[in-house]
């Protein structure tokens, strides 16, 4: 039968006795092994956990004794800094934000939850405190959580009992009497991951092209191939080497931190999508009217004006015509002309930002399509309808229903032609990840733009292949890497 032995630092420093446990020292424990069974469960509640002092040396003697022991050294290892335990944070944020979401009423500011053996002292976050016992296995766990859109979890803590107030000093031996009755089962330990993917994104940006939920889809299918994918922001650039590969699901441009990640993410020999060159090719409409052009894309008729040449295009194009500002995303910077006067007016706001302004043949379609391509193969297809009386698929201005509605199909019932010129699109630009807009008229298929940072979007482009989507993608990353490795 198991022994149970509690640790502490000095006799009297446990309130709650029981024929359940043998409560010693941490110097007994460290001196006197003979006395201990093969067969030990240990609970070690000595106040410090600090490197190579005494509350470390117990859980270090413990393993090497094979005794059963909370905390294991790994753990007070990892919660030793927070770098240690930042590859945890992102899927203890979900849960805390599927909570949020639920709350009739959210913390204002945000809290602090304990946790003790696993257990909550508030119930409202049963789950999370579940989850976060099952990765830290401590007796007493402090947890930070603070809110500003939504919740995210600051800080993870062991606690010393001699810290406990009164009102806790009750739960905690609640707790542990529980605890000691319960079959103990091992932590769920993941294998070292093969490689390291930071997925850059910026949550307080309006239109993102992945919004926080899917993003942890990208997390989750990454650790289901064995990498370690961690969200990253702007603030951390200089801790980008220490990832493998770089996936940007923040929206691009080239005067841009997103291109700076990307530049120096290729410079170092990182596995990254989007690449600069993609970047370059496509942010900028002038670059890509020019090579869609050249390599005999269909596309519908367009100008590359200057300010001097701003004259002649009433006589090039007819009315209505789409005016485009080079460097524009999701709609922004687009604008459709009816009259001369409307030409004039808003070209001259677009000239104060860039010396050439793209002008298009302005062709209505009830839909837009959308195909995914990655690495030169249709990924998914959409069908995004225009907003409610607007003329695009985002209507700016509109405070309520800024988004008409999609259709997702599989690939092999979209039209042929419609995917078959998506891909050779796509192509142009190089092998990562794309999003080609087209429109179907009855004068055929007509490329509107390829997007480097396609929207990708949990019940939107995930309709058809579900979470098959978001594997393919990390796929592609671990393909990549093993052969940047081979």
């Known amino acids: 039968m198991s022994q149970q032995v509690l640790i502490v630092q000095r006799a009297g420093d446990l309130k709650w006795a029981s024929a359940a446990y043998r409560v010693v020292t941490a110097r007994e424990y460290i001196e006197q092994a003979e006395s201990f069974r093969s067969k030990t469960r240990v ?56 909570k949020f979401h639920r709350l009739a009423e959210p913390p204002e500011g945000g809290f602090t939850l304990y946790i003790f053996f696993g257990i909550a002292d508030d119930p409202t976050y049963q789950q999370l405190a579940h989850r976060i016992f099952e990765l830290f296995r401590f007796p007493i766990l402090r947890v930070q959580v603070r809110r500003r859109d939504t919740l995210r979890l600051h800080a993870i803590q062991p606690v010393s009992i001699e810290n406990l107030s009164q009102e806790q000093d009750a739960f905690f031996g609640w707790a542990l009497a529980r605890f000691t009755r319960t079959t103990w089962q091992d932590p769920k330990v993941k294998t070292a991951a093969r490689y390291s993917v930071a997925i850059l994104h ?22 289901a191939l064995n990498l370690d994918v961690a969200l990253i922001q702007k603030k951390d650039l200089p801790r980008l080497l220490e990832f493998d590969a770089l996936f940007i699901r923040e929206t691009t441009a080239m005067n841009h931190h997103t291109y700076r990640f990307a530049q120096r993410a290729q410079r170092e020999g990182m596995v990254v999508i989007d690449d600069p060159v993609s970047i370059l090719r496509c942010t900028n409409k002038v670059y890509l009217a020019e090579l869609l052009r050249l390599n005999k894309i269909p596309t519908p008729r367009s100008e590359v004006v200057s300010r001097r040449r701003l004259g002649e295009l009433s006589h090039q194009l007819r009315f209505p015509m789409v005016l485009k500002i080079p460097d524009s ?3 922004r910077g687009v604008f459709k002309v009816e009259t001369l006067g409307e030409l004039n007016t808003i070209a001259e706001k677009l000239f104060h930002e860039s010396d050439l302004i793209l002008a298009q043949e302005f062709m209505y379609t009830p839909f837009d399509w959308r195909v995914g391509v990655l690495n030169g193969e249709p990924l ?29 199909l599989p690939v092999a019932e979209a039209p042929a032609e ?34 480097d940072n396609p929207n990708i979007d949990t019940g939107v482009e995930d309709q058809i292949l579900k979470d098959e989507l978001f594997a393919r993608i990390m796929r592609e990353f671990l393909r990549r890497l093993e052969q940047r490795s081979g």
């Open 43 to 98: 609970i070690n509640l000595h106040p410090s956990y600090e490197y190579m002092g005494y509350g470390y040396y117990c859980s270090l003697l413990a393993e090497a004794r094979q005794h059963r022991v909370i905390p294991s050294v790994r753990n007070i290892l990892e919660l030793s800094q927070k770098r240690m335990y930042r590859p945890y944070l992102a899927e203890l944020d979900e849960l805390l934000q599927k």
């Open 380 to 408: 998914f297809v959409c069908q995004y309808h225009m907003a409610r009386k607007h003329w695009q698929i985002i209507n700016h201005k509109s405070d309520r229903e800024r988004y008409g509605k999609f259709l997702t």
């Open 329 to 331: 995303s999701f709609s």
């Open 202 to 223: 910026d949550p307080r940006e309006t239109l993102p092209p992945s919004d926080q939920r899917t993003l942890q889809k990208f997390v989750r299918a990454g650790e």
């Open 418 to 451: 419609m995917v078959d010129t998506a891909v050779r699109a796509a192509r142009l630009i190089g092998g990562g990840l794309y999003g080609v807009d087209l429109k179907q008229t009855e004068e055929g298929v007509f490329v509107i733009e390829v997007n």
